[in-house]
């Protein structure tokens, strides 16, 4: 009985030494934990405050001179609206500014977001002095929150800004289509993005992608604020709201702008639910850790901590060298940016390499960062192949323009030739061989004539006169006019008209008509080769009814995928070498996007193609 009492006292004595040195392992590794979490919150922090002081100091000196002097609160403005734009563009570490008089009196105000809340804000205040005596001072609030929220919308607003960027190019020369392929491919390859809306500067919507089933969202008050963006504030960001799917949900929008002309806007949803995760589970991870303390040896605890401080230390280091290095100037060029995002995937890979082997969350945690960053990396190389592509619309433009300039030199002495030419046919008795010379001289003429007349068409400016005319009447009458040459081609025309009254839109005739022709047209050349040729023509209202489709169908040879992007654009073509000018469905996308409408085209290799014109009905 005596031995069984005294096992009791042993086991219960080891029960409690065992807990308390639990207790103890797990304070410890609480204790490594929080000293981990304080010093990255520290760093960010310090990096944070060092970048508003800079930026606090330089406006101060730029005030110098001006709070000394007569009608301070007009020139004050003036010049910490010029400081404070550059310093909003840079991505600079700005979320708003106070400038005060010697007499504590406000003197200039700036939020960056209007719904900033001083609560939740830091500052550091610069004073301003002219020859040793105060005259005010500058106070710059700077955003707090920890690195990972911070960097996450800061990556947010450099696609918004790459966006905006790219599509200012295209609102400024009108070039809706662009706009609508550039928006359509970011937002739909970018993780987190839900919607976009492109808006001109009077707050008209341009183009609108995956709104529909956001409209509870999209409220008038969400517009309202995005309405605010401007030169001096042109990014607002805003909470749209919470749910499980997405999470909670923020919209950026950004200036368009050419120079100072604010050319309109980009607006992008975008879903928070990503980064939400990363941080719960980077929560998960510690809790793990922490539980592993509790277990191993307080050493063993230590090092551990080192092992994950020394990574996170890198990640904030690398990504503050990248934001200092753009706070001091925007990038000079694209290659600039390139490597600087090349550095901080090589960063990430280092980190994703020394934790492969864990098997864990800190091995998932570092393969998801590198996943990101080789994301952003590959979106920053399709910038820069959009900017490539702007680089050779902006030739094929000038090309356009001096084509214009110098389009009656050309067609005068052209005009001239072809009169001679056609004199010569006319004489009698000439000789046969030298008639075939002159015939091909005449055919020759002909053809450069047709080309000029294409660039021409491509590059003046268009004068459209709008009337209400039937659609299905105006897509009649052209397949009336190429009756006989489908005849002679071995075509079958197969119409399927509506029949449930006239399909009223308000349109330039002539310019459908157009449109129309250079379609047929088209598909008539693609079934050349083809056993099987038929053309079907159908007109009928759209599902939602507000809209005119015209469905023109081929049998023809058909577009590969890589091309069926392409062929809107000028001169692109895939027709043999000699046979058109690839401009006849440029200008017929610029036509249709002038109505207010839209055209695309469905193809496969071998089974034809599909175009499909909407236009807006009255």
């Known amino acids: 009985m005596n031995d069984t009492r005294v096992k009791r006292v042993r086991l219960a004595t080891a029960t409690r030494l065992f807990a308390l040195f639990g207790v103890v392992v797990f304070l410890a590794a609480a204790i490594v934990y929080k000293g981990v979490d304080m010093r990255t919150r520290r760093m960010w922090l310090e990096q944070r405050e060092g970048s508003a002081r800079i930026l606090a100091a330089s406006i101060s000196h730029g005030m110098t001179n001006v709070m000394v002097s007569a009608g301070q609160e007009e020139r004050a403005a003036l010049v910490a609206e010029g400081l404070l734009r550059g310093?909003?563009?840079?991505?600079?570490?700005?979320?708003?500014?106070?400038?005060?008089?010697?007499?504590?009196?406000?003197?200039?105000?700036?939020?960056?977001?209007?719904?900033?809340?001083?609560?939740?804000?830091?500052?550091?205040?610069?004073?301003?002095?002219?020859?040793?005596?105060?005259?005010?001072?500058?106070?710059?609030?700077?955003?707090?929150?920890?690195?990972?929220?911070?960097?996450?919308t800061e990556q947010l607003l450099v696609l918004g800004y790459a966006v905006a960027a790219l599509a200012a190019h295209h609102l400024a020369e009108e070039d809706f289509f662009q706009i609508e392929l550039m928006v359509r491919k970011m937002i739909e390859e970018a993780p987190d993005a839900l919607y976009a809306i492109v808006t001109g500067p009077a707050g008209e919507v341009y183009y609108e992608y995956r709104t529909d089933e956001f409209k509870e969202y999209i409220t008038d008050e969400l517009a309202a604020g995005a309405a605010e963006v401007s030169l001096l504030r042109p990014f607002i960001v805003q909470e749209?709201?919470?749910?499980?799917?997405?999470?909670?949900?923020?919209?950026?929008?950004?200036?368009?702008?050419?120079?100072?002309?604010?050319?309109?806007?980009?607006r992008i949803g975008y879903s928070m639910k990503s980064i939400t995760k990363s941080a719960e589970r980077t929560r998960e991870l510690f809790g793990l850790i922490i539980l592993g303390f509790t277990i191993a040896a307080a050493a063993a605890g230590v090092l551990t901590a080192r092992n994950m401080t020394r990574p996170l230390a890198l990640i904030a280091q690398?990504?503050?060298?990248?934001?200092?290095?753009?706070?001091?100037?925007?990038?000079?060029?694209?290659?600039?940016?390139?490597?600087?995002?090349?550095?901080?995937?090589?960063?990430?890979?280092?980190?994703?390499?020394?934790?492969?082997?864990?098997?864990?969350e800190i091995g998932d945690l570092s393969e998801s960062f590198l996943n990101m960053t080789t994301r952003l990396?590959?979106?920053?190389?399709?910038?820069?192949?959009?900017?490539?592509?702007?680089?050779?619309?902006?030739?094929?433009?000038a090309m356009g323009q001096l084509s214009a300039g110098i389009a009656h030199e050309i067609n005068n002495p052209l005009a001239i030739i072809s009169t001679?030419?056609?004199?010569?046919?006319?004489?009698?008795?000439?000789?046969?061989?030298?008639?075939?010379?002159?015939?091909?001289?005449?055919?020759e003429l002909d053809r450069i004539a047709e080309k000029v007349n294409d660039l021409m068409s491509f590059a003046k400016e268009r004068d459209y006169v709008f009337e209400q005319v039937d659609a299905g009447e105006i897509v009649s009458k052209t397949a009336a006019l190429l009756r006989h040459q489908f005849k002679n081609a071995g075509i079958s025309f197969e119409p399927d008209y509506w029949e449930g009254g006239p399909l009223i839109v308000s349109a330039d005739e002539n310019k459908l008509r157009q449109v129309f022709l250079n379609v047929m047209l088209n598909a008539s050349h693609a079934m050349l080769?083809?056993?099987?040729?038929?053309?079907?023509?159908?007109?009928?209202?759209?599902?939602?009814?507000?809209?005119?489709?015209?469905?023109?169908?081929?049998?023809?040879?058909?577009?590969?995928?890589?091309?069926?992007?392409?062929?809107?654009?000028?001169?692109?073509?895939?027709?043999?070498?000699?046979?058109?000018?690839?401009?006849?469905?440029?200008?017929s996308y610029n036509i249709v996007a002038a109505h207010g409408g839209k055209i695309t085209a469905e193809s496969e290799p071998g089974s034809g193609s599909r175009i499909s014109i909407f236009l807006p009905r009255t």
Do not use: H
């Open 420 to 443: 001679y030419v056609q004199l010569i046919l006319r004489r009698e008795g000439l000789d046969p061989e030298l008639r075939a010379e002159a015939e091909i001289i005449l055919e």
């Open 87 to 152: 310093a909003v563009e840079s991505g600079a570490a700005l979320s708003g500014c106070d400038i005060r008089n010697a007499d504590g009196a406000m003197v200039y105000t700036f939020r960056k977001s209007p719904g900033d809340d001083e609560k939740n804000l830091r500052s550091v205040v610069a004073k301003i002095e002219s020859e040793g005596v105060g005259t005010g001072e500058v106070e710059v609030y700077f955003d707090p929150r920890p690195a990972l929220e911070s960097e996450n």
């Open 318 to 360: 690398t990504a503050s060298s990248v934001w200092e290095m753009k706070a001091s100037g925007e990038y000079s060029s694209i290659e600039e940016a390139s490597e600087d995002m090349s550095k901080l995937r090589s960063s990430f890979e280092n980190l994703r390499n020394k934790f492969a082997r864990r098997g864990d």
């Open 240 to 266: 749209i709201g919470e749910n499980k799917e997405r999470g909670r949900m923020v919209e950026v929008s950004a200036l368009a702008r050419d120079g100072n002309t604010a050319l309109g806007a980009v």
């Open 529 to 587: 080769d083809s056993e099987r040729k038929v053309l079907k023509a159908s007109t009928r209202l759209a599902q939602n009814e507000n809209n005119v489709e015209i469905v023109i169908e081929d049998t023809g040879c058909g577009i590969n995928q890589e091309d069926l992007s392409k062929i809107f654009n000028p001169f692109f073509t895939t027709k043999q070498s000699g046979v058109g000018t690839g401009m006849g469905l440029a200008i």
């Open 377 to 397: 990396e590959t979106r920053l190389n399709e910038i820069k192949s959009l900017y490539q592509r702007m680089a050779v619309a902006d030739r094929f433009q």
